[in-house]
Nanobody
Framework: EVQLVESGGGLVQAGGSQRLSCAASGFTFDDYAIGWFRQAPGQEREGVSCISSRDGATYYADSVKGRFTISSDNAKNTVYLQMNSLKPEDTAVYYC??????????????????WGQGTQVTVSS
């Protein structure tokens, strides 16, 4: 059974940092791309970032470029999202997602077969 378990969410002040973790199980980690989506209240889901566990290729949404960094620890089957210089508009539920291979459109929801339950990130002003 495929499982994606997010952790690391919580409350942080604007300008601060937070690191999210996604622990994956139930599939061959090295063959998958793992990413993050987020959804703020009343808004559509946004593809934030993605990393290919096979070759380390990454994707970032324009809204987070230069502030967020995605990384992968293949030995631990875990992907991290380091979020720096957080803004109130980063407040959202963050979802870990996974798909085999490398998605051609990493910002699209339909590319991903598996979703975690989500973790809330709240950035106070």
């Amino acid at each position: 059974e495929v499982q994606l378990v997010e952790s690391g969410g919580g409350l942080v002040q604007a300008g601060g940092s937070q690191r999210l973790s996604c622990a994956a199980s139930g599939f061959t980690f090295d063959d998958y791309a793992i990413g993050w989506f987020r959804q703020a209240p009343g808004q559509e889901r946004e593809g934030v970032s993605c990393i290919s566990s096979r070759d380390g290729a990454t994707y970032y949404a324009d809204s987070v470029k230069g502030r967020f960094t995605i990384s992968s620890d293949n030995a631990k089957n875990t992907v991290y999202l380091q979020m720096n210089s957080l803004k109130p508009e980063d407040t959202a539920v963050y979802y870990c997602v996974a798909t085999s291979g490398r998605p051609s459109r990493p910002e699209r929801e339909y590319e991903y077969d598996y979703w975690g339950q989500g973790t809330q990130v709240t950035v106070s002003s």
